[in-house]
């Protein structure tokens, strides 16, 4: 399934010697191949797998506490400027921190991420004056959004979504199925006419969408007519080959079938990317009904 335009164009990254704070700034730059040598985030699990050439600094709750972490890194690395995003999280507004950054000496950009997709890329390349990437980027983020509101709908189906998170440091798997509070839920399960048989009120959960798997027997009892695998594939691969081996009996249809796909994963940040992201989810949807 290709939407792509008969002239795709892709430019050459643009590498700033800047950190940038906020997810959906650095995933909003990133669509127009500009990227920093540090980030600063914390709403994307395996983040560095977005972004594997920049330095993971820390978390974005973590520098709005304490900067000192970052303000050591800038001068050590002789950054040039720090780039913070304008969003519209009342508690957790990134911009806040231009005073206290600016007093102690750094240059500080902001980028205002408030509006749609395709108004924070033109805002973006406004600011970087990149605006021929920044129409490239827009169109096909239309031409693609377009093709896809085109597609015959598809008969209803149940969508387990289970989400690997691999420790960066010593390897353990942190397995979690998507709820229906999620924003993938939201975004994506209604373009694909699913239904999300994860009900967040029946778990304890710690990150709202989030539902911590300790026993996957409870979730595969569901019977999801295909089961959707993000963050790291082998992770939940292996928790599924577990499951079977341990319960040859009770494999659900999903399994057996082989009705399990790799797809990419959807939160907030990466609105600016949803229209491929739903591309993919499409297909694998299709491939289930055949």
Known sequence: MSFHGTNTFIPFPRYENAVFIGDTAAETLAELKIYARGLIGGELPNMQSYHPAEKLLECTSCVMNDQRLLTTAMRRGEIDYILLENNSVSDMNLKELAPRLEASGFCVKILDITEDPVENIK??????????????VVREYLRTEEALRKLP????????????????????????????????NREIYPALNAINPV???????VIPGLVEVNDLAPFLSYEPDWIAVMGDALGVQKKLSEYVQSHPREVPKALSQMKVFSVPYYARPLAVRKPSILKFWREAAEKTND
């Open 123 to 136: 805002r973006a390349a406004f600011l970087f004056q990149e605006e021929k990437r920044g129409e490239r």
């Open 153 to 184: 709908p598809l008969p209803m189906q149940k969508i387990l979504s289970l989400l690997a998170i691999r420790h960066p440091v010593d390897d353990r798997i942190f397995l979690f199925a998507i709820s229906g509070v999620s924003e993938l």
């Open 199 to 205: 009900r967040e009120d029946l778990y304890d959960t």
